[in-house]
């Protein structure tokens, strides 16, 4: 019998409570997209595994799943992202989380696991590393995990890499069931990837060396959908930017 949840701290569940409530009032989409399902209920009778950042932000999508019908798991993503305080509010809240932040190697594997055991019927993926999981213990395992992946009608991947190692799987017919790649939508590489990741990226960087970017030259290695949403804010923070880019 697995655990229903792996978190660091069910007493971070009200700070991560009043987290999400800030969260949820930037995402007017999947509010909306929240309330719509309520009604119709597309996902009644599916269990949902996902394996993303968890997140505030990530908190709102799998309530709006819930609110759909789901019966949703969530795994980290990244072992580094997971904010302790959303997970604990999900846990507390009755979603099946398994994630904290600072999990080593070998846990984060086995959190993806925990999630998997929960039977999904669908996949929701940021960087493959639940599918990969998934067709490996069908390669390899004993039960509980070795029939999984024959119940998944299908799932989504959000990431460049993520999309890009499926692509590998599916050349090598080994991929099982059909995925949306989400990264190659309009909607998200055009949005996300120059705008969230452009800005994000910076982000990280200003955090970690506190440095003034006003003055400095910045090296952006690629310009494709991140890169150039990197350059042009370096650009407006008054850096120097240099674009190395073979295409
Ligand atoms: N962490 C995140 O949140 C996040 C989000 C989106 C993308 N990414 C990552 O960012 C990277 C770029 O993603 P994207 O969506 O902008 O892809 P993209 O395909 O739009 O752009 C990649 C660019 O890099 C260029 N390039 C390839 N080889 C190069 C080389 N050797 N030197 C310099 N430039 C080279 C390509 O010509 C292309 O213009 C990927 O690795 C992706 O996984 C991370």
């Known amino acids: 019998m697995v655990e229903s949840y792996w978190v660091k701290d069910l007493g971070l ?4 409570s009043r987290k999400v409530g800030m969260a949820e009032t930037s995402m007017p989409v999947l509010r909306l997209l929240a309330k719509r399902y309520s009604d119709e209920r597309p996902f009644d009778g599916f269990t949902v595994s996902a394996c ?4 505030k932000e990530t908190a709102v999508l799998v309530k709006a799943l819930r609110e759909g019908g789901a019966k949703v798991s969530l795994c980290a993503s990244n072992p ?26 070998r846990d984060y594997y086995n959190a993806i696991r ?16 639940l599918v990969a999981t998934l067709h490996q213990a069908a390669a390899v395992d004993t039960e509980p995990l070795k029939h999984a992946v024959d119940r998944v009608v299908g799932g989504t991947e959000e990431t460049t890499t993520g999309v890009n190692r499926l692509k590998a799987m ?23 990837n120059p705008l969230g990741t452009g800005q994000s990226a910076l982000d990280g960087v200003m955090r970690a060396t506190n440095v003034l970017l ?13 890169g150039s949403g990197i350059a042009e804010r370096a650009r407006g923070l008054g850096a120097r930017v240099i674009v190395v880019e073979p295409d």
């Open 13 to 16: 569940a009200e700070q991560g």
């Open 52 to 55: 993303l950042h968890i997140t």
């Open 80 to 105: 580094l992202s997971t904010q302790d305080d959303v997970a604990a509010f999900l846990a507390s809240d009755g979603f099946q989380v398994y994630g904290f932040r600072g999990m080593s190697r």
């Open 114 to 129: 925990m999630c998997l055991s929960h039977g999904p019927d669908l996949t929701i993926d940021d960087g493959a590393d």
């Open 170 to 192: 599916e050349r090598e017919k080994v991929l099982r069931y059909p995925i949306v790649a989400v990264n190659e939508a309009l909607s998200k590489s055009l949005f996300d």
């Open 214 to 226: 006003a003055g400095k030259n910045v090296v952006v290695c690629g310009y494709g959908r991140v």
